[in-house]
């Protein structure tokens, strides 16, 4: 919910402990969520909502991916909203090359 401009989940969550989730996450999605591995998604700046419900259809196993299932396999419910909002905090610009 946005309320005068401000992400409502993004103010409960925290994001020194989303940081720390993230360093789990970075190998294969880069450190601030931009990857440079083939075939793996960029994460930065997308949706918080987005992320979260992602990461719980992991590992709840509604989606199948062997690394994904596992990673996400012992996070909480606040580990998924804190390093959700870590990840969506970032803004990503476009440019042409």
Request: with cysteine; proline share 3%; aromatic share 6%.
């Amino acid at each position: 919910m946005i309320v005068a401009g401000i992400h409502i989940q993004a103010l409960a969550a925290d994001l020194v402990a989303g940081e720390k989730v993230s360093q789990s996450c970075a190998l294969c999605h880069g450190q601030f969520g931009i990857t440079s591995m083939a075939g793996t998604p960029s994460i930065a700046g997308q949706p918080e909502v987005y992320l979260s419900s992602q990461l719980k259809q992991f590992r709840d196993g509604k989606r199948q991916n062997a690394v994904m299932g596992q990673m996400a396999k012992p996070l909480s419910d606040a580990d998924i909203e804190n390093v959700s909002a870590w990840f969506a905090q970032f803004e990503i610009e476009l440019k042409k090359r």
